[in-house]
């Protein structure tokens, strides 16, 4: 919607097409038929140059204009039966918000989404929407493309930049305090959502954050160029309006155990949102070398101590130049295209199955190879090889096939004999996965958790835990999932939480 | 946000300070420590082990030697100051018993970490013989207060001889271990390479051996995965899993690679900031 860097994108030439276009549909508009809708062409979203971006960190996507969000409202059909709401955690109101767009109506769309969406203008930034909402779009459906489905996240972004740029968005009103207390352990998407939805009802709530900077994995993990921090900041400002209280630097389960916030610091009930945990790594020899990296430890680095900034940062930054990226999600993809921006000179993503198996995003996928990273699938160390001081200077590569699907349905890679090659890098990225934070575990003996070390419900219906007074949600219960996911059990479990304290 | 309620110079540059966390000091264990930031935008995390700790004035005290970027800033903050970042207590508290004749050596600053623990294990009824070693007389500091904890043995080496005896601490170890009151366990807490040389010295006589690693770190817990140390061919987390380990099971080695990962890097940064604090200083003339 706003221009940003119009010297380095495609926003003014695509926004003067849909300027154009806009005045013909809007003579057309109340006549469109659905044969006319399935005509109008999916509007692309305007996007930094690739070889520019790829040295900085300015967000790559730019957002619709306002001719071109009200172009791609109007792709949709406003189906009676709307599968898009099925595919999304959170059921928006995905038609209802979209037909104000189409009309013009974004302060009117942006409520509809904020009914049941807290964080519109981070979802629609990183929720895989072709594996949700866009997955069962009608149009997408008959065109026989998911990629020509309505752009539901995009819209959804509009809308939330829209606000957030005029400067409207309103504080959620708070109703009179009840006198109980809510602790919420972690910053990130589930437990940003329960404060806001529990101060709502009148709740005192406390978030407790181990970092000295809010957001969790949305301030660690994901990238600037993917997610701006300060549409994150205006998240947290708007809880802080909300009267939302804020305890950074402290880790709950060490720097107070849980049990002494029930016992000594009066809160009625406790949220556990603290993420994911441990990194995974591969359990091959030389993965402790130095030049291998979790993800999570390049991209903190990176993103949170701001290594990037390499006058300011006291963080040192390892001066990677060839990089193989180990894994193929979302993490893998950040981490890749991180490295690129750290001035790497070759960025390699490794993945064991094929292209159509990587489980990233694939807007992510697609900017990472406009970006010039190189995509190794088929293949999959087994082991890093160092040199005399210890330092990774290549990996012992095998290269697969696709075999019969495995339990998930997902094709079973197999390993082609005799054809290992050395290849050369000195920086391995690993991005496999996380396993569960013990922190919490460790210090409150009575919270069941499972074998992997997540924490198990004793009510899905209300995230509920085995100890009492006590809920979970977002990756400590689910594993590595997504922000999206997070924000739905986070609701789940707000909602357990205002009934419990209801009673 | 941590105000600095003292501080004082131990040695040329070895500084030690007292700090306003209630929390930490109510919560801490002898083994523990804290992770720190001198800047809250560009700062970086480094982790330092707690040296003691004053549950009525709300205070934990630090010990650090000026010798990276971080610790050299924080030896400028003076009383009153405040450290942006401060957060703990982390890592797993050593596990006090009642094991019989304990050997405490610390070399360095590893005595401030060493002496809540030799404290404990004398407390938990153990006979406590203490090793302090350093390269020479100016780098010694509480000696007196690990005197007072030691029952048999209290031993000083420096490696010029300008204090105790002229020898590295592994030296009376293994003395003591050929002795007729042999170790039942040893603690070992200093430089790497001192640890890993005293885990070497006990070996042979099959003592149990702990050391106490301070590997580069970020968020401390258990999240960035940059603490991994190999301890009996598994990959543990200092952070969490730690930071004191079976010295005969870690692959040292590994370990000092992984800790010089940023050496030249940061070699260059300091390089940077002694210029540019030069260059102020001659514009300010």
């Known amino acids: ?503 | 946000m941590a105000k600095i309620l003292f501080k004082q110079q131990l040695s040329a540059d070895v500084f030690l300070i007292r700090v306003h966390a209630p929390h930490i000091a109510e919560e801490r264990l002898a083994g523990q420590f804290i992770i720190l930031q001198i800047d809250l935008e560009f700062g970086e995390r480094i982790p330092l082990t707690i040296a003691d700790a004053d549950t009525q004035e709300g205070s934990i005290t630090l010990i650090f030697q000026a010798v990276g970027r971080t610790t050299r800033l924080l030896s400028h903050l003076e009383t009153g100051d405040d450290i942006p970042v401060l957060v703990g207590p982390l890592g797993k508290p050593t596990h006090i018993e009642k094991y019989g004749h304990v050997v405490c050596v610390s070399g360095g600053v590893g005595t401030a970490p060493m002496h809540p623990i030799a404290q404990a294990l004398k407390k938990a009824g153990n006979r406590v013989s203490i090793i302090m070693g350093a390269r020479h007389k100016e780098l010694l500091f509480w000696e007196d207060k690990m005197q007072a904890i030691a029952d048999e043995n209290f031993i000083i080496t420096t490696d010029d001889g300008s204090a105790g005896r002229k020898a590295l601490v592994t030296e009376p170890l293994k003395e003591l271990c050929e002795s007729a009151d042999k170790p039942d366990l040893v603690i070992a807490i200093g430089p790497s390479i001192m640890m890993k040389f005293c885990a070497k010295t006990t070996e042979p006589f099959h003592v149990p051996t702990l050391v106490s690693l301070n590997t580069i770190m970020v968020d401390g817990t258990g999240m960035c995965g940059c603490c991994r140390v190999n301890v009996g061919g598994k990959v543990k987390f200092a952070c969490v899993d730690g930071p004191e380990f079976d010295g005969h099971l870690v692959d040292w080695d590994n370990l000092m690679h992984r800790m010089s990962t940023y050496r030249e890097i940061e070699k260059d940064h300091l390089c940077n900031m002694e210029r540019m604090a030069l260059e102020k200083e001659a514009e300010g003339k």
């Open chain 1, 1 to 503: 919607m706003s221009m940003h860097n119009t010297e380095h994108s495609n926003e003014i030439q695509l926004d003067e097409i849909a300027k154009h276009d806009v005045e013909q549909l809007k003579t057309l508009h109340p006549t469109l038929k659905m044969k006319d809708r399935l005509a109008i062409p999916p509007q692309a979203m305007p996007e930094l140059d690739p070889k520019y971006r790829a040295t900085n960190m300015e967000e790559v996507a730019c957002g619709y204009s306002e001719a071109e969000a009200i172009i791609e409202a109007n792709r949709c059909l406003d189906c009676k039966k709307p599968f898009c709401m099925d595919g999304c955690p959170v059921r928006i109101n995905i038609p209802g918000f979209i037909k104000e767009v189409a009309q013009g109506n974004y302060d009117q769309a942006i409520h509809i989404i904020k009914e049941t969406s807290l964080l519109p203008a981070i979802c629609g930034r990183v929720c895989p929407q072709e594996r949700q909402c866009q997955k069962s779009c009608t149009v997408g459906k008959t065109l026989k493309d998911v990629n020509k489905a309505v752009a539901i996240g995009r819209l959804e972004r509009f809308c939330a930049d829209y606000e957030r740029e005029k400067g409207t968005i309103k504080v959620p009103a708070v109703k009179p305090a009840t006198g109980k207390k809510v602790a919420v352990i972690g910053s990130g998407p589930a437990g940003l959502v329960v404060a806001a939805d529990v101060r709502r009802e009148g709740h005192d709530v406390t978030i407790f954050e181990a970092f000295h900077k809010l957001g969790g994995v949305m301030r660690y993990g994901i990238p600037e160029f993917r997610l701006p921090k300060e549409i994150v900041d205006q998240e947290i400002k708007t809880l802080e309006a909300m009267g939302v209280h804020f305890k950074t630097d402290f880790i709950i389960g060490k720097s107070r155990k849980l049990q002494d916030l029930i016992d000594k610091d009066g809160f009625d009930a406790v949220f556990i949102g603290v993420g994911a945990g441990l990194p995974l790594f591969m359990g091959i020899e030389g993965e402790n070398l130095v030049g291998v990296f979790a993800a999570n430890e390049y991209l903190t680095r990176a993103n949170l101590m701001r290594a990037y900034d390499l006058n300011n940062a006291h963080t040192p930054s390892w001066p990677a130049k060839k990089v193989a990226v180990l894994g193929g999600g979302n993490v893998a993809m950040d981490a890749a295209r991180m490295a690129l921006r750290l001035g790497a000179e070759s960025v390699k993503i490794i993945y064991r199955r094929g292209m159509s198996e990587l489980p990233a995003r694939a807007e992510e996928v697609h900017h990472a190879q406009e970006e010039g990273v190189e995509f190794c699938v088929l293949q999959n160390p087994s082991k890093i090889l160092g040199d005399e001081k210890g330092r990774v200077r290549a990996m012992l590569v095998d290269r697969y096939e696709l075999g019969e699907p495995d339990e998930k349905g997902r094709p079973r890679p197999v390993k082609l004999e005799g054809q290992s090659f050395e290849m050369e890098v000195d920086t391995v990225l690993v991005a496999i996965g996380n396993g569960s934070n013990p922190l919490i575990s460790q210090t409150t003996p009575d919270l069941r958790v499972n074998r992997k070390g997540n924490i198990e419900l004793d009510n899905p219906e209300t995230n509920l835990t085995s100890k009492a007074h006590v809920f979970a949600g977002g990756d400590i219960v689910l594993g590595a999932a997504t922000v999206i996911l997070a924000m739905g059990e986070g609701r789940r479990a707000a909602a357990g939480i205002n009934k419990l304290l209801a009673e």
